[in-house]
């Protein structure tokens, strides 16, 4: 460094603030998180954004450009929905598409709540729901350690000097006794942590890591940490010491919420349940869920996390080494504008004589999506909806299903050439009332996205080389998973047991396991093995195929074949798709490794009939069930 040193106030002097840049533009927009938090008056917060709207209106603009929301509690402090929303994805929803825990009351005891007036010791006096919560993290620690993953209990209490002394209780016990195993954590009303400066840093930093195998804390003891900004994953059992009264400005999806975001590593086919515990005015405030569309079971008996599933190095003669091949095609989106329109088939005959004016309508709640009853309502010709919308929704729905993302303009003027000249049969006026009335029917609409997306789909459907990648699918390799459903106990399979989602699959394990020309055999169980296949599906959309069962025949001469086997209870719109793909694999696999793999998809009721005991006994009467067009 060179020259002398700069005065104190002479850098200051010449820089401005972030706020002071940014009031400089002329075009703003403001994104913001949390945003339940955002609009109380009295927040730095909320003025700032009041400061940057009026900066602008100064300058002769018309303010701010957007103010956009984002918040999974999109209501204000008195529990009301805020009127500005314009898409909403409820909690049952995401409870629903398995994104979060499924919430569960554990309920073992009756008895009532204390009085909070008269507790001395809070610890002493909630004691009993504290041994239930311990008891169940402990048969949790167990279940979740053999997956590599650490649960946490979560604590909420009245008051700081209750939090306290739960916890000081808890420390005294074995398996929580050891430094740092229990944390308790202070928050201010506005969500700020209460602890002193000394400690701040460490708290923060020990509640940030909660989730790391390496944190040795297994219990955090809170009051109004729910408002603070503590995204783990890790929280399996929730105990509610509080009964969170209307005072509290706390609502029912916040006091379960640390404890709902997925647990890593765990397959999205295991579902993960938070065990919520507490008094009975804490359940009773919980289950206030229910009024959004959360259905919140209870049980007096705990969930058992189900079986362990784990390949066994003893059993390695049964191992599989499942080659992992590229895909055979890839998606191409460019030149959709390409798509040629007439070389599409007629789909329907235009319904000139229905009455469309009489419709029964379903009446949802705005926000929660509950159904609140029905009414019937007759629809005037003027008020019909337009062509344009009837198109535009049309259209989106053909891009959601065949995910051709972007390229909304394109498809839409597909959509209006077919409908306008090919759909019907004869070129239409789209304007014309009885083709908008026969478009917002609903099989209508929903046999046109079908078709085009699948059209769409095959158009950018590229054919490319397949490849084998450098280390294939090994099962004894693979982590455990727990498994909830039915099992089959076999010994020629590389895990402990064979997991199975019914009965046709359980007893097609027992077949290959007591079926003397099988060597080993193993059932894939979904995305816990990691073998999939991807295949374009009826709507033109990419999809993963994940097969039964896969099995190795040693024929009378010796010869090994291996079998990628479907079980199938019925059929879906999917199966010829999946089939089809899966017989390309096996080709492209015996090509690359030469071994013999083979494709076989087993129906129920062809299985029932056929009643073999050897593979070849099955292979025999599969082929004579086809001949006899018998074949289920």
Known sequence: MLGSKPKKDGIASWLTTILERIMQHDNLLIINDEAHHVHDEDLSWYKSILLLHDNLKSKGKTGLSLLFDLTATPKDQNGTFFP?????????????????????????????????RQISNAYNAYQEWIQIALNRYKEHEESYGKLGQKPVLFIMCEETKQADQV???????????KKDQVLVIHTNKDGTLSKNEKKLE????????????SSPVKVVVSVLMLREGWDVKNVSIILGLRPFTSKANILPEQSVGRGLRLMRSLGPDYTQILEIIGTDKFEEFVKQLEQEGVGVGVT????????LIVPLKTRSEYNFEIPELTPGFTRKMTGLDKFDVSELQQLIELDKSGNFRNIKVSLLHGTTE??????????????????????GSLTNKIIREGKFSANFNVIYKIVKLYVKN???GQTVNLDELTVRRNLAKANVSNAIATYLSRKLGEFTKVTTKMTMKNYPVSLIELDGFYWKR????????????????NNLEKDFAFFLENAKDINKFAALSETYTKFCITYLNKKGSQSLYYPDFVAEQELADGQLIN????????????VAYKDAEAKNWCNKATEFTEQTWKFLKVADLAFRRIKPKTFGELLSGLSDLKKEKLMI
């Open 84 to 116: 500005w929303i314009i898409s909403d994805y409820p909690l049952a929803q995401a409870i629903e598409d398995r994104i979060v825990k499924t919430p569960l009351i554990v309920h073992q005891t009756d008895k009532t709540s204390p009085d909070n």
């Open 167 to 177: 916890a000081e209780g808890i420390r005294k016990m074995a398996g929580f006794n």
């Open 202 to 213: 460490e708290v923060r930093e020990q509640a940030r890591l909660i989730d790391e195998p």
């Open 300 to 307: 007096k008996i705990p969930p058992k996390p189900g079986h």
């Open 370 to 391: 509950q159904r609140v009853g029905t009414k019937q309502v007759i629809i005037e010709d003027d008020d019909y909806v337009s062509s344009q919308e009837l198109l």
């Open 422 to 424: 090919i759909c019907f």
């Open 486 to 501: 039915e099992i089959a106990e076999a010994r020629r399979t590389v895990f402990n047991y064979t997991p199975v989602y």
């Open 563 to 574: 079998w990628i086997i479907e079980t199938k209870g019925f059929e879906d719109e999917n």
